[in-house]
């Protein structure tokens, strides 16, 4: 592990604009608002980055403050392992904690996955989201993807068998995960499944 005892805590909150939007069933998403969080010396900084979560009543601008509660510790040599009891389980330690491999990695001119013991990192099967909005919409976002064998379509309640309907038409080949975040009642749940 690094000696941390010279780390300089920059932190800041940026918005990255989503291409379109990003509609689920508890609203829509321009813009992502992303926290960041870098340690640096004199010649290696790294970086980590979250996205609060208002689902768990992270706001950006407290998941900063939270992080910025720690510069003092940090200069003072807060290290990695020490972090995970320094604050809880949140966007701003996942910001923190990434920021601190990051900067180990880079210290140490090796790979996070070597620090941690790790095997490499392979190719995995991600899903691709597709979402909530008429089925036409729907439909065609799904057919702009077709390539991609996993899509995950976002649904809502009213409406989503005429979704599903159609995105299915659109891409009969492809493999598909539903998430309706929430917007299903048991009884819907019933019925649709």
């Known amino acids: 592990m690094v000696n941390s005892s010279d780390l300089r805590l920059t932190s800041r909150i940026e918005s990255w604009p989503i291409a379109g939007s990003f509609a ?26 979250c996205v609060p979560y208002a689902r768990y009543g992270e706001t950006p601008q407290a998941v900063l403050e939270r992080i910025e509660s720690l510069r003092g510790t940090i200069a003072a040599g807060l290290t990695r392992l020490e972090l995970q009891t320094a604050l809880p389980p949140g966007a701003a330690r996942n910001a923190l904690d990434c920021a601190f491999w990051d900067y180990e990695a880079r210290t140490a001119q090796r790979r996070v996955h070597e620090l941690a013991g790790l095997p490499p990192p392979r190719p995995l099967l991600t899903a691709f989201t597709i979402s909530i ?16 064998p996993l899509l995950k379509i976002k649904l809502g309640g009213a409406g989503d068998p005429d979704r599903i309907t159609a995105v299915r038409a659109a891409v009969p080949k492809a ?14 749940y019933k019925a649709l499944a």
């Open 24 to 49: 689920i069933s508890r609203g829509v998403k321009t813009e992502a608002m992303v926290v960041v969080a870098e340690l640096s010396d004199d010649q290696v900084t790294g970086r980590g980055e």
């Open 175 to 188: 493999e598909l995960i539903v998430d309706a975040n929430e917007g299903w009642s048991l009884d819907q």
């Open 133 to 148: 909005g008429s089925p036409d919409t729907m439909a065609a976002a799904a057919r702009a993807a077709a390539d991609r």
